[in-house]
Nanobody
């Protein structure tokens, strides 16, 4: 059984930095792309970033240049480094295991590609 667990969320002032971590078990981690999603209250879940098995990265436009996704296959862990945080980045952040090794250029942000999800870690950005 695949298990996914996020950590690293918290409260930070606008302009600050947080690093989220996600560890997955019960799978061959290096065979899977990994994604980060977020959901703010009253809004739909959106894909934030995806990283392929070969480390190719994808981001939504609103976080490009501020967020960096990375992975350490020796630790079964994917990270999301979030710099220059904005109030609108506040949300529950979820890590997810892609069913494939690739993120797929045109729709990596579609949740149906991801087969296992964590419980989420809360990020709150204050003024």
């Amino acid at each position: 059984q695949v298990q996914v667990k996020e950590s690293g969320g918290g409260l930070v002032q606008a302009g600050g930095t947080l690093r989220l971590s996600c560890t997955a078990s019960g799978l061959t981690f290096g065979d899977h792309a990994m994604g980060w999603f977020r959901q703010a209250p009253g809004e739909e879940r959106e894909g934030v970033s995806c990283i392929e098995y070969r480390n190719k990265e994808y981001y939504i436009d609103s976080v490009k240049g501020r967020f960096t996704i990375s992975r350490d296959n020796t630790k079964n862990t994917v990270y999301l480094l979030m710099d220059s945080l904005k109030v609108e980045d506040s949300a529950m952040y979820y890590c997810a295991v892609n069913s494939y090794a690739y993120c797929f250029d045109n729709d990596w942000f579609q949740a149906n590609w991801y087969g296992a999800w964590g419980q989420g870690t809360q990020v709150a950005v204050s003024l």
